[in-house]
């Protein structure tokens, strides 16, 4: 299609008549382990498409600028055309995943800190961890941009962590980006879904994310739907 401007491993992203605004469209195809593991799961893109909206919606409603517009259909959101800063927030509440492989830290261990980290978007290299004066180096931001940035991602942690333990689900850790528009204003963009975050049943600590995929635990959809319901 003439208006795609770009396409990622789960989304495609289309021009509008309005140079400020893209339309977003969430596939079914999940990948993991960079690349190297991949698949479709069936709906997956409507059920984030609806958990994207919900979160987003319910972050706007606390203050957070975010490029989200509307819900236009199943699988597609109108949002504001931002630059990505090509950097990943992580927040982590509980151990698990890369850091916990890392460290040789048990999953599940709650620190007593919430632990920030980013990471460089470069599939090339694997999206390394770096530091914050690596990514003032490598020019993807200025100290004043990271300062800001990690301030809404403590923000967006403390509403998330909220909406998700009112639901009987713990957020162990996620994932976040942020974008720039034209009027240069740092922007919430991306997703946050199950394939961006880890989240568990508080009572039977139950896997409701990605990782069902990533250690082919079965029952993903249902899971992804679980949220949903929980959520909405
Ligand atoms: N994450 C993500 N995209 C990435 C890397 C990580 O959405 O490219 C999310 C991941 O789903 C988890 C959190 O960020 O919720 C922390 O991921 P981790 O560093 O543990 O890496 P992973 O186990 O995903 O390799």
Redesign the pocket.
Known sequence: MENLLYEGKAKKVYKTENPNEVIIYYKDDAT???GVKKASISNKGILNNKITEILFTKLSEKGIPNHFIKRIDDRSQLCQKVDIVPL?F?V?NYI??????RLRIKEGTKPDNTIF?I?Y?KDELG?P?INDHHAVALELCTYEELHRMYSLTNEINEILKDIFDKEGIIL????IEFGKNNNGEILLADEISP????LWDKKTLEKL???RF?RDLGSIEEAYIEILNRIN
Do not use: H, P, Q
């Open positions: 993991a382990f960079n990943e992580i982590r698990a995943g890369s850091m916990s492989k980290e990471c978007k999206d961890l162990v850790d996620f994932k394939d961006t975050s880890r994310d990605k990782d990533r």
